[in-house]
C-alpha cells in the first residue's frame, strides 16, 4: 500500500473512531438537561379525576392563561393526548366538569349569565410542572371532561381538540382552532366552523338532517358511516369533494363569488344527480 494512501486511510479510521467515542459519552451523558435547553415537555397524570360543578349553560368558551413572559415562553397543547370532551349527561354528572387531579385548581370554571367558561391556567401549569430557562412548554393530558346536553363550543385555543360523542341534541355548533370529531351523535344541525383551515373534521356514525360546512375554512374533512340529509356547501376558489354512491344525500352548493367551483369525484357505480 501506497504511503498517501496509508495516511488518507488513517484520517477516515480516526474520524470514525471519535465520531463512536462522542456519540457513546453522549448516550451516558444527562440528556435530559441538553435538550430541555430550549424546550419541555410537561406530561400531567391521568389519575384520580376530580369532579366540578357548573351552573346551566347554553355556551362552553374554552380559553387559555396568556403566559406570563409572551413573546419569550411559547407553549403548545398535544392534539393527540389532550382535548376537551362533551359527553351525555347523567344523573349524578349533570353538569359537572372532570379534570385529573393533577390540574385541579389550574382549570378554572365559572358561568356568566349563559356562558360556561373555562379557563386553563397555563402560566401556573408551567411554573408547577416546568423547569426555568425553557423556551417551549407543551403539555400533554390536559383533558376536560364536561357532561351536557348543549354542544355550542367556542373553542379559542390554538391546536387543542374538541371532541363530542354520544349525545342527542337539536344542534352541534363548534367554533375551534384545533381539530373536531364529532362521533355517535344525533342532531338537526351540525355547524363546525375551523379557525385554521388545515385542522382536521371528522364525523363518524352520526345522525342529522343538515351539516353546513363553510369549505375555505374546513379543507380536511372526513363523514364515515353517517346518516346525513343535506350538506350545504359554501366556499371561494376551488374545491374538491368525494362523494360514495352508498350515500343518499342532498348537496346545496352557495359559491361565494364567480370564480368559485364545486368538482365531486363518485367512485364505483352508478348514481343519480339532480340538478335544480
Known amino acids: 500500500m501506497r504511503p498517501t494512501s496509508k495516511i488518507i486511510l488513517g484520517i477516515i479510521l480516526s474520524i470514525f473512531i471519535i465520531s463512536l467515542l462522542f456519540i457513546t459519552g453522549f448516550s451516558f451523558s444527562e ?3 441538553f435538550t430541555n435547553t430550549h424546550s419541555n415537555v410537561i406530561s400531567i397524570p ?3 379525576p376530580i369532579g366540578i360543578d357548573v351552573a346551566s349553560h347554553r355556551v362552553i368558551v374554552l380559553e387559555a392563561e396568556s403566559a406570563e413572559n409572551e413573546g419569550k415562553i411559547n407553549y403548545g397543547f398535544s392534539y393527540e393526548h389532550c382535548s376537551l370532551n362533551l359527553n351525555p349527561t ?3 354528572e349533570e353538569n359537572k366538569l372532570f379534570v385529573p387531579e393533577a390540574l385541579d385548581g389550574y382549570i378554572v370554571a365559572k358561568t356568566n349569565r349563559d356562558t360556561l367558561k373555562i ?4 402560566d401556573e ?3 408547577k410542572y416546568g423547569e426555568e430557562g425553557n423556551k417551549y412548554i407543551h403539555f400533554l393530558g390536559v383533558n376536560i371532561d364536561l357532561h351536557t346536553s348543549n354542544v355550542n363550543v367556542i373553542n379559542k385555543v390554538l391546536g387543542f381538540p374538541t371532541e363530542v360523542r354520544n349525545i342527542e341534541t337539536d344542534s352541534i355548533r363548534i367554533v375551534s382552532n384545533g381539530n373536531i370529531l364529532i362521533e355517535s351523535c344525533k342532531a338537526m ?4 366552523v375551523m379557525d385554521e383551515s388545515y385542522r382536521k373534521l371528522n364525523v363518524k356514525n ?3 338532517q343538515t351539516i353546513h360546512l363553510d369549505l375555505d375554512r374546513i379543507r380536511n374533512w372526513n363523514m364515515e358511516g353517517c346518516d346525513i340529509e343535506v350538506q350545504n356547501l359554501t366556499g371561494s376558489g376551488k374545491h374538491n369533494i ?3 354512491r352508498n350515500e343518499k344525500i342532498k348537496i346545496n352548493w352557495y359559491p361565494k363569488n364567480e370564480n368559485a367551483e364545486l368538482n365531486i369525484k363518485v367512485p364505483g357505480d352508478t348514481v343519480q344527480i339532480v340538478f335544480q
Open 242 to 244: 368525494i362523494q360514495h
Open 189 to 192: 344541525v351540525i355547524d363546525p
Open 31 to 33: 440528556r435530559r438537561n
Open 125 to 127: 401549569l408551567r411554573k
Open 119 to 122: 379557563l386553563i391556567k397555563v
Open 46 to 48: 391521568q389519575d384520580n
Open 206 to 208: 352520526s345522525i342529522a
Open 90 to 92: 347523567a344523573p349524578k
